[in-house]
T-cell receptor
C-alpha cells in the first residue's frame, strides 16, 4: 500500500529564509502527490498537487514542490518564509490502484521566527 | 460559491453513546470523503461516498457508518463511542472520485469522548 513519510515533525526558520519541508513516498504504482496546509482550528487547504504532468509543481502562496522519482521524494519549498506561513503541513499520496484512499503523513509544524 | 461546511463545530459525548456529524459539500461536488485526525497526527481515511453509494473504506470498524443524500450532503455516524474516538473529524468534497481530483476540506468537527 502507498504511504508517505515526513521527515521532521517540527521545522523552524527565520522570516525571509528558505523553507524546506521533506516528504518521501512509497508506492508500487505511479503516485499522485499532494501538499496541504492546516492553520490552527481549521481544515486543510490544498497548496499544490502532482498528477504526472510537470515534475516541478507551483502552488499557492509562493510554494512549490519537485517530484523526484529516483529519490521517491516530493519536498515542499518556498524561497522566503513569511510569518503567515506558520502552520502544520501535510504531504499525502493517492494511487490509481486505491484512488479512494488518500494517505497522509504525520505532518510538519513550521514555525517562523521574526 | 459556498465551501464545505460541517456541523457541529464541537461536541462532547460519553463512552457508549452514539454521534452524528454532518457535512455539506461544495456546490456541484458529488463525492465526499471522511477523515479522522487524532491529536498530533495526519488525517486517516474513514470512507468515501460517490452519488449516495459507499465507494471505498479505510481501516475503521463497522460502528463507523455514513450516508450521502441526493443533494450530496453527508453524515458520519459513530456508534458505541470509545475514548479513542476523540479526534477532529474532517469531511472533504470533490467534483468526482478520480484519483487526481482535488479534495476540498471543511473546518472539521472536534469530538471529545469522556
Amino acid at each position: 500500500a502507498q504511504s508517505v513519510t515526513q521527515l521532521g515533525s517540527h521545522v523552524s526558520v527565520s522570516e525571509g529564509a528558505l523553507v524546506l519541508l521533506r516528504c518521501n513516498y512509497s508506492s508500487s504504482v505511479p503516485p499522485y502527490l499532494f501538499w496541504y496546509v492546516q492553520y490552527p482550528n481549521q481544515g486543510l487547504q490544498l497548496l499544490l498537487k502532482y498528477t504526472s504532468a510537470a515534475t516541478l509543481v507551483k502552488g499557492i502562496n509562493g510554494f512549490e514542490a519537485e517530484f523526484k522519482k529516483s529519490e521517491t521524494s516530493f519536498h515542499l519549498t518556498k524561497p522566503s518564509a513569511h510569518m503567515s506561513d506558520a502552520a502544520e503541513y501535510f504531504c499525502a499520496v493517492r494511487t490509481a490502484k486505491n484512488n479512494n484512499d488518500m494517505r497522509f503523513g504525520a505532518g510538519t509544524r513550521l514555525t517562523v521566527k521574526p | 460559491e459556498t465551501g464545505v461546511t460541517q456541523s457541529p463545530t464541537h461536541l462532547i459525548k460519553t463512552r457508549g453513546q452514539q454521534v452524528t456529524l454532518r457535512c455539506s459539500s461544495q456546490s456541484g461536488h458529488n463525492t465526499v470523503s471522511w477523515y479522522q485526525q487524532a491529536l498530533g497526527q495526519g488525517p486517516q481515511f474513514i470512507f468515501q461516498y460517490y452519488r449516495e453509494e459507499e465507494n471505498g473504506r479505510g481501516n475503521f470498524p463497522p460502528r463507523f457508518s455514513g450516508l450521502q443524500f441526493p443533494n450530496y450532503s453527508s453524515e458520519l455516524n459513530v456508534n458505541a463511542l470509545e475514548l479513542d474516538d476523540s479526534a477532529l473529524y474532517l469531511c472533504a468534497s470533490s467534483l468526482g472520485q478520480g484519483v487526481e481530483e482535488t479534495q476540498y476540506f471543511g473546518p472539521g468537527t472536534r469530538l471529545l469522548v469522556l
